[in-house]
């Protein structure tokens, strides 16, 4: 594993302080002197904690006085109230926009802030270059021979290890590796339901779950669901006994952000399993964490195997590698057929490649600066909101992932705004998306897993004035 | 492209009137001398023609006398008769002994005798190690990063360029790129079938196609298949009423070997177009001729759009880099919204890295080499059957692919002989695997894709003994 700097633990220490609330805005920092005394380190180290601080946005310093904590005033900014969707099975899927919205994939000529992927130099393009090169050398048959069904023992390896962190103890048999998140999330959907079963998800919901359940001739419960604790456990009490199948994206989902705390983690897998249920728990924004503390997964409390977490690496090092996996519980040999009836075996080399970074301890590096960033970008595009967007908006407080989820006034439509913005290069994701139901017309998701620049800068305020334009035209 | 030698252009021709019976066993062949006259070459390369046709075992020489054909002795061997599997819609998985031979995938303890892939050395692996290295280099972001849900341009370039071959007339924007071939012919039955409709194929058929359709919830209805021109074109036109959709592997199919003729498949396309029954092609074995004139596709003769054709180099180049493709004519956005949904998008560096091989003229040169190895392999394989095997034995006579299919006497069960082979390190494919129906039982299908060796030999020799000492007991 590759070493942390003491600079760099003091600063996440204050970091932490300040995101959660023991340190507000104007407060002042102690000295530099001080923070020497306090952890014993040079002055030196002390010094590039601030300088850290500051880079991060968290401080800023006055002459002759100090260093204070920077005004973070998108926190007046109302929260979202929690969903209410209408808790009847429903399939009116938003066919036309996600059309629109998803034909953009890949597109270099848009400000791509409809997916949420991570961007540019925010991944470690070059050292990943070099990572396939080295599994190119290394691979026996250089992933050119079809490998065990299962996939990269490597990585199955690696994960396992993993697990340990967020308090699952997987072994690497317990795994299978997928192409990508969304496809372990496809196998084990496609194993386990039969057409006209019943799946309950989030509301706001991913879309690309919305589709795939439709695709596969389910019906589909929305549930209401909190813009910080996620889905509403009492709600899915209610609807346990009408449901076959649950998916849910545990940490730091899309698009609200939420993260389902641990009692509530451990009371739905308690429930799920007692009514047996099998849980599809999409885990890929776990490892976002904002505090550097990586929140459990349902998996971590599930005693009976009814639990496939399913995850990858498409958030957090490498989308376009098609690397996922999932731990399938009970149902590994159900999953692990439908993978091999659908595409036989995975490619080798992104998973050699991708298990050796992680082995390393690039991985881990990697993290934590991205990490740090994506914090900072949330905060950035937090201010610009509460600078330059319409007055009546509401905003997620995501601690982690790369989705903000903002709710303007009634008047405003996101499918119109959509339109405005894409004539102007911007690619934004309509509320509607999120639902099979007539609601969330007026909000939209942005993703701030694109590296910070004037340019985005100045496309966001646009975004707020085209709002700000069409509030005019309707009211 | 690649030059290819004179002699060896020569020894083709020369193969080729083996092949076909214009020369036949015991035919003396021209003298050297005579080979240089009539060519107008040099004795070195009338010389080096020998030498290629003795090295294919296609010749031999007699002292004093000159070259003669070789023996193909199996030539005198029977044919299975046409299959007559019941015309009914049919569900009888037969699980168990599926799960036993798939299990094996990527064993390296076993000759893997079950599945066809080519193996080995018969992939040219430091090659295409070079190809993926370059293409990490050259593509702008390393395959790092999603690319559009079509594929790889240039993949899908070559894929349409080399259309042209085969008669049809594709473009780029015609293709989709996919995870391997039969993520393909999955994306495609996800995209035309609803839960309860009814898929003909060819009987025997590949087991993946079989678990596919029935894990769909699809109804199954086997045809009634010759072993040289597949599909009979009156039992589909019988059907045709019945069914909703249909799939064949056009050219030297597995596990029969059957390769449609041309006016089989321009009637089988207007008949289904007529119908409005989409037709899947799976064509993953097409530029496998051992012939070197590669086959049309029922594409070819498709005017309205109506045929799904899918490939790969799955069985030509790469097994694991998983990487395929489907021109789905007129089906094109609904297929490209399914891999959206299932898998988003694939991997972007083995596409380019084929792309880049194809582009080369690489590729080109490597499946002249391969058909030459493969069809000296059939050869093998099948001098060994008629000297080692019982004497009651059927056997297909595949002009290309990697499938042999060997008929046994009825006291001869498969499955029992799988159960023997797989002790001494030997895997086949018993015959039941590729029916819903009780049928095939006395049957098996070889893979010849493995290199050549005196140990292949005498496992495939082993496996005769084993029969016989069946055919013992049981008789």
Redesign the interface.
């Known amino acids: 594993m590759s070493k942390t700097y003491l600079y760099s633990e003091i600063a996440e220490n204050l970091a932490e302080q300040i995101r959660n609330g023991s340190l507000q805005e104007g407060d002042k920092l102690p000295s530099v002197r001080m923070l020497c005394a306090e952890y014993e380190v040079s002055m030196n180290t002390a010094k590039r904690v601030f300088l850290e601080l500051e880079a991060q946005s968290l401080i800023y310093s006055k002459p002759q006085s100090g260093y204070f904590v920077s005004s973070l005033s998108y926190k007046d900014l109302p929260l979202p109230e929690e969903s209410n969707p209408i808790l009847l099975a429903n399939q009116c899927a938003p066919n036309d926009i996600l059309?629109k919205v998803?034909a953009n994939?890949?597109?270099e000529d848009i400000l791509l802030l409809s997916?949420t992927?991570a961007?540019g130099d925010m991944?470690p393009?070059?050292q990943?270059?070099k990572e396939?090169?080295q599994a190119?050398?290394a691979l026996p048959?250089?992933?050119?021979?079809?490998?065990?069904?299962e996939g990269n023992v490597n990585l199955r390896r690696m994960v396992a290890m993993r697990s340990l962190s967020w308090g699952a103890h997987l072994k690497e048999d317990d795994i299978i590796t997928t192409?990508?998140g969304?496809?372990a999330v496809?196998l084990c959907l496609?194993a386990l339901s039969?057409?006209g079963d019943t799946v309950a998800i989030e509301s706001p919901c991913y879309p690309?779950i919305l589709?795939?359940a439709l695709?596969l001739?389910l019906k589909v419960f929305e549930l209401p669901t909190n813009p910080n604790t996620g889905v509403k456990v009492e709600a899915l009490r209610e609807v346990a006994s009408k449901i076959d199948i649950c998916i849910l994206i545990s940490n730091y989902n899309t698009p609200v952000g939420s993260c389902m705390p641990d009692e509530n983690k451990k009371e739905i897998v308690e429930l799920l399993a007692k009514h047996d249920i099998p849980l599809i728990e999409d885990d890929v924004y776990g490892d976002l964490c904002f505090s550097g503390h990586r929140p459990n997964c349902c998996k971590t409390y599930d005693t009976t195997g009814n639990v496939l977490w399913c995850s990858s690496i498409?958030k957090t090092?490498?989308?376009?590698?098609?690397v996922g996996w999932v731990a399938p519980g009970k149902y590994k040999d159900k999953v692990l057929?439908?993978k091999?009836?659908?595409?036989?075996?995975?490619?080798?080399?992104?998973q050699e490649a991708v298990a050796n970074f992680m082995k390393s301890g690039k991985y881990d590096k990697h993290l934590r600066q991205l990490r740090k960033r994506l914090y900072q970008n949330y905060q950035n595009y937090a201010n610009v909101v509460k600078q330059s967007f319409p007055k009546n908006i509401k905003i997620c407080q995501p601690q982690g992932g790369l989705s903000l989820w903002i709710e303007f006034g009634e008047e405003i439509d996101t499918i119109a705004l959509y339109d405005a913005a894409i004539k102007r290069g911007i690619s934004i994701a309509p509320g509607r998306m999120f639902t099979l139901q007539d609601q969330y017309n007026n909000s939209m998701r942005l993703c701030f897993g694109l590296s910070w620049s004037s340019n985005l800068e100045s496309k966001l305020k646009q975004i707020g004035i085209l709002a700000k334009q069409l509030e005019k035209l309707n009211s």
Do not use: C, D
């Not at 048959?141 to 069904?149: D, L, N």
């Not at 659908?342 to 992104?350: C, F, G, K, R, T």
């Open positions: 059309q998803y994939i890949g597109r997916y992927v961007y991944l393009i070059a990943l270059k396939i090169v190119t050398r048959t250089g992933g050119v021979q079809y490998e065990r069904v192409n990508g969304m496809n496809s496609i039969k057409p690309g589709q795939l695709g001739g498409s090092l490498a989308p376009g590698f098609r057929k439908k091999l009836v659908h595409s036989i075996s995975s490619s080798a080399l992104e």
